[in-house]
């Protein structure tokens, strides 16, 4: 996971904040990359993290984007979350990546499901 921070400095607790939030979506995946996966070639997932403080010309305080990054096998997804709450920009990116994953997993089950019965069927006739 690469965390890159803009226009202000993250501390190591809030690191730590991001990574177990962001990185809580590995297990709706099934393949992530371990060593030993990594070394044979098989798909590696890849998080990038873009955290930034917008300009200071808002009249209401600091406005913070965070945007996520995952290079998913085949698909990227991507999510996007402004607010005046750091915190709380970070879970709702993390909540609006968690529903485009799972919607990537059924997409990827349903096919292989397909798939199946479509062989299941030529070997009937």
Request: hydrophobic share 35%.
């Amino acid at each position: 996971m690469i965390i890159t921070a803009k226009n202000l400095e993250l501390t190591d607790g809030f690191k730590a904040f991001v990574e177990e939030k962001i990185g809580s979506l590995k297990k709706f995946i099934g393949f992530f990359e371990e060593e030993d996966s990594f070394k044979k070639g098989k798909d590696t997932v890849e998080f990038l993290v873009e955290i930034e403080k917008e300009t200071k010309h808002h009249r209401k305080g600091p406005i913070f984007q965070v945007r996520v990054k995952i290079n998913l096998p085949g698909k990227t997804l991507i999510a996007v979350s402004k607010n005046n709450d750091l915190s709380r920009a970070v879970v709702e990116v993390k909540d609006e990546l968690q529903q485009e994953i799972k919607k990537y997993k059924l997409k990827k089950t349903e096919l292989a499901i397909r798939e199946q019965r479509k062989f299941k069927n030529k070997t009937k006739s």
